[in-house]
């Protein structure tokens, strides 16, 4: 048996034992130095030495299959977290962690561009100790980083402080000095070829970074982009699907809100098929929108709903018919009520200050219908008013030829000539006027009970007596006739009467009305005969004495029924002594002051202007015809 000093076995069983153990790469020389000790021959040292040789290069080999499976592990790992993990900052947390322990650096980190901003920061630290370095901000090209995201290659520098190649900048220096950074490796985040953002590792000492570990940055900076486009994707996913369930929600709501419109619209089709009126519709639609529902004409008179007239109503119905849609008024809500480009009217909702649009079609589809309606009632009206028309002709120009006939004719037309009616003349003064005042006559009575027609040169309008005084009545008509036609219309009115025979003696007295106002001056006005004074003795139809004093001395008459004065006997000596007040106490025998003093209570009763001519020329008619009358 050879001497273990002349046979490398021992040496090689050494080796081995070194290589199952995973020894450091010094514990192989010792093997090769302990056989020189020994004593070895050269041809045994020669042989230990090239196992050594061999022994380390497996060792290096088995070293680097470890470190590329502990790489492999870390790159499944991080798949895995891709896979399981719906956190973007906890992917990217683990990758920077692992870049930095499987390259071995003291920190690790990425930046991400901020493209509001303009420029990059920091997304990710680990290892880092500075405040300053964790919330530093890059400007695009500026730094390692800028390089690489510039070039699209990864770079490495061993000593930061001194590298030529890129860009330094104050702000970048302090940060890396802060943090004491030396050596620096950064590798391109790559999605279909563009730079998204800069994996980095770094040491605090000089290094030189191995191509293996370029490449492993690498890998990693691969997953980290996936990790940001899949976070990018479930983002734009969850987003697209918010927007699609809120596109679901609005569809839902138009839906339900086209559904309850055609529900209305059947509801208001079949009030129209049976006969409803503009009420019914407003209680209807009232009903529909939870709320309080009034329809006024094209004046804003209410034809159903609220009495009152809302302020502003005419300038929401013109922007309504502007728009073509309801429209916001106040707490309201106004929508016009058109035929054409003819406003009807208009149709006001209160209650309800938050319309939604369906709500809101509702009601513009109300208006439409009302509008049919006040078409259909305009146009029955227009014939019946025709027919009837031809009735107050008849009766105006032979009154007394058929009185009974003409009585019956009326019955039979819905008009009960026995009953009072009032007489109205309305005159334009000139032929263009006159021929828009026929129809807008027959607005003005659209709704009542009166009639209308063309007679001579003016329009004459029958209305059931009310109780409404006739001059009141006169004004009233003169006034909304003239909105009508846009010109003035002069109205005057003949006493409530019965009868043929005096309805046409009333008609006459209303034309003398309409002279008289021209004489005074007073055209586009509207009067009765008691309206015009002593001149309303002259045209009025029975001469009423007794209403024209009880006008002109009214007051003066009841203070000396109340007080047992003499103003009115004071009143006719001033006149009489041709308004001398020396004269007048000796008339009525007693002192000036006397007379003063009750012509000033005249003055009070009657207004200042009782002295004026033509207000003076009234009283001393009206004190003539008391005389005359044999009142005291």
């Given at each position: 048996?050879?001497?273990?000093?002349?046979?490398?076995?021992?040496?090689?069983?050494?080796?081995?034992?070194?290589?199952?153990?995973?020894?450091?790469t010094?514990?192989?020389?010792?093997?090769?130095?302990?056989a020189?000790?020994?004593?070895?021959?050269?041809?045994?040292?020669?042989?230990i030495?090239?196992?050594?040789?061999?022994?380390?290069?497996?060792?290096?080999t088995?070293?680097?299959?470890?470190?590329?499976?502990?790489?492999?592990?870390?790159?499944?790992?991080?798949?895995?977290?891709?896979?399981?993990?719906?956190?973007?900052?906890?992917?990217?947390?683990?990758?920077?962690?692992?870049?930095?322990?499987?390259?071995?650096?003291?920190?690790?980190?990425?930046?991400?561009?901020?493209?509001?901003?303009?420029?990059?920061?920091?997304?990710?630290?680990?290892?880092?100790?500075?405040?300053?370095?964790q919330?530093?901000?890059?400007?695009?090209?500026?730094?390692?980083?800028?390089?690489?995201?510039?070039?699209?290659?990864?770079?490495?520098?061993?000593?930061?402080?001194?590298?030529?190649?890129?860009?330094?900048?104050?702000?970048?220096?302090?940060?890396?000095?802060?943090?004491?950074?030396?050596?620096?490796?950064?590798?391109?985040?790559?999605?279909g070829?563009?730079?998204?953002?800069?994996?980095?590792?770094?040491?605090?000492?000089?290094?030189?970074?191995?191509?293996?570990?370029?490449?492993?940055?690498?890998?990693?900076?691969?997953?980290?982009?996936?990790?940001?486009?899949?976070?990018?994707?479930?983002?734009?996913?969850?987003?697209?699907?918010?927007e699609?369930?809120?596109?679901?929600?609005?569809?839902?709501?138009?839906?339900?809100?086209?559904?309850?419109?055609?529900?209305?619209?059947?509801?208001?089709?079949?009030?129209?098929?049976?006969?409803?009126?503009?009420?019914?519709?407003?209680?209807?639609?009232?009903?529909?929108?939870?709320?309080?529902?009034?329809?006024?004409?094209?004046?804003?008179?209410?034809?159903?709903?609220?009495?009152?007239?809302?302020?502003?109503?005419?300038?929401?119905?013109?922007?309504?018919?502007?728009?073509?849609?309801?429209?916001?008024?106040?707490?309201?809500?106004?929508?016009?009520?058109?035929?054409?480009?003819?406003?009807?009217?208009?149709?006001?909702?209160?209650?309800?200050?938050?319309l939604?649009?369906?709500?809101?079609?509702?009601?513009?589809?109300?208006?439409?219908?009302?509008?049919?309606?006040?078409?259909?009632?305009?146009?029955?009206?227009?014939?019946?008013?025709?027919?009837?028309?031809?009735?107050?002709?008849d009766?105006?120009?032979?009154?007394?030829?058929?009185?009974?006939?003409?009585?019956?004719?009326?019955r039979?037309?819905?008009?009960?000539?026995?009953?009072?009616?009032?007489?109205?003349?309305?005159?334009?003064?000139?032929?263009?006027?006159?021929?828009?005042?026929?129809?807008?006559?027959?607005?003005?009575?659209?709704?009542?009970?009166?009639?209308s027609?063309?007679?001579?040169?003016?329009?004459?309008?029958?209305?059931?007596?009310?109780?409404?005084?006739?001059?009141?009545?006169?004004?009233?008509?003169?006034?909304?006739?003239?909105?009508?036609?846009?010109?003035?219309?002069?109205?005057?009115?003949?006493?409530?009467?019965?009868?043929?025979?005096?309805?046409?003696?009333?008609?006459?007295?209303?034309?003398?009305?309409?002279?008289?106002?021209?004489?005074?001056?007073?055209?586009?006005?509207?009067?009765?005969?008691?309206?015009?004074g002593?001149?309303?003795?002259?045209?009025?139809?029975?001469?009423?004495?007794?209403?024209?004093?009880?006008?002109?001395?009214?007051?003066?008459?009841?203070?000396?029924?109340?007080?047992?004065t003499?103003?009115?006997?004071?009143?006719?000596?001033?006149?009489?002594?041709?308004?001398?007040?020396t004269r007048?106490?000796?008339?009525?025998?007693?002192?000036?002051?006397?007379?003063?003093?009750?012509?000033?209570?005249?003055?009070?009763?009657?207004?200042?202007?009782?002295?004026?001519?033509?207000?003076?020329?009234?009283?001393?008619?009206?004190?003539?015809?008391?005389?005359?009358?044999?009142?005291?």
């Amino acid at each position: 048996m050879n001497d273990h000093r002349t046979s490398s076995a021992p040496a090689l069983r050494r080796l081995l034992d070194l290589l199952a153990t995973g020894a450091a790469t010094e514990d192989f020389a010792d093997v090769l130095a302990e056989a020189r000790r020994q004593g070895a021959p050269a041809q045994v040292l020669t042989e230990i030495d090239d196992a050594t040789w061999q022994a380390l290069r497996v060792h290096r080999t088995m070293r680097q299959h470890r470190r590329r499976e502990a790489e492999l592990t870390a790159l499944f790992d991080t798949a895995g977290d891709l896979a399981a993990s719906r956190d973007l900052d906890a992917v990217l947390q683990a990758i920077v962690r692992r870049a930095r322990m499987l390259l071995g650096t003291d920190t690790a980190y990425l930046t991400l561009p901020d493209e509001e901003a303009g420029d990059t920061y920091m997304r990710v630290t680990d290892g880092s100790v500075s405040p300053i370095f964790q919330t530093l901000r890059l400007s695009l090209g500026d730094g390692l980083g800028g390089l690489v995201a510039q070039t699209s290659r990864p770079y490495a520098t061993p000593d930061y402080r001194t590298d030529e190649r890129f860009r330094h900048t104050g702000k970048i220096d302090e940060g890396v000095l802060d943090e004491g950074l030396v050596a620096i490796i950064g590798v391109p985040l790559l999605l279909g070829g563009r730079v998204i953002g800069v994996l980095f590792a770094a040491d605090r000492s000089a290094r030189a970074f191995s191509p293996d570990e370029v490449a492993l940055l690498c890998t990693l900076a691969a997953h980290a982009a996936i990790a940001l486009d899949t976070a990018k994707a479930l983002a734009d996913t969850r987003a697209a699907l918010s927007e699609l369930a809120t596109a679901n929600e609005v569809i839902r709501a138009h839906s339900a809100a086209v559904q309850r419109a055609e529900q209305a619209h059947d509801r208001l089709t079949d009030l129209v098929l049976r006969g409803a009126e503009v009420p019914d519709v407003a209680a209807e639609v009232a009903g529909l929108l939870d709320g309080e529902v009034a329809v006024h004409d094209a004046e804003g008179d209410p034809l159903t709903g609220r009495a009152a007239v809302a302020e502003g109503l005419a300038e929401a119905a013109a922007a309504s018919r502007e728009q073509a849609r309801a429209v916001r008024h106040g707490e309201d809500w106004v929508c016009a009520v058109l035929a054409g480009q003819e406003l009807l009217g208009s149709m006001v909702l209160h209650g309800r200050p938050d319309l939604d649009d369906g709500d809101r079609r509702i009601l513009e589809r109300a208006s439409v219908v009302t509008a049919l309606l006040l078409l259909l009632r305009r146009s029955v009206a227009e014939t019946e008013n025709r027919v009837r028309g031809e009735l107050l002709a008849d009766l105006l120009t032979a009154p007394d030829r058929d009185p009974a006939g003409l009585v019956a004719r009326g019955r039979r037309l819905g008009v009960d000539l026995t009953r009072p009616h009032l007489v109205l003349v309305a005159d334009p003064g000139d032929a263009p006027a006159r021929e828009r005042l026929a129809g807008a006559a027959a607005r003005y009575l659209f709704g009542s009970r009166g009639i209308s027609a063309e007679h001579g040169e003016a329009v004459v309008l029958l209305l059931p007596e009310d109780g409404t005084p006739p001059g009141a009545a006169a004004a009233r008509a003169a006034e909304r006739l003239a909105r009508l036609i846009g010109a003035p219309v002069t109205v005057g009115a003949g006493r409530p009467a019965a009868g043929p025979v005096a309805l046409a003696a009333a008609h006459a007295e209303g034309v003398r009305c309409v002279r008289g106002l021209r004489v005074l001056g007073r055209d586009g006005g509207g009067a009765a005969a008691t309206d015009l004074g002593f001149l309303g003795v002259l045209l009025g139809d029975g001469h009423d004495v007794e209403a024209f004093v009880r006008v002109a001395l009214g007051p003066l008459l009841e203070y000396d029924a109340r007080r047992g004065t003499e103003l009115v006997r004071t009143l006719r000596a001033y006149f009489d002594c041709g308004g001398s007040l020396t004269r007048a106490k000796d008339a009525l025998h007693v002192h000036v002051n006397t007379v003063v003093q009750r012509l000033d209570r005249v003055e009070v009763l009657l207004g200042r202007d009782w002295n004026h001519p033509e207000r003076s020329l009234e009283l001393q008619l009206a004190l003539r015809l008391q005389l005359l009358s044999g009142s005291p």
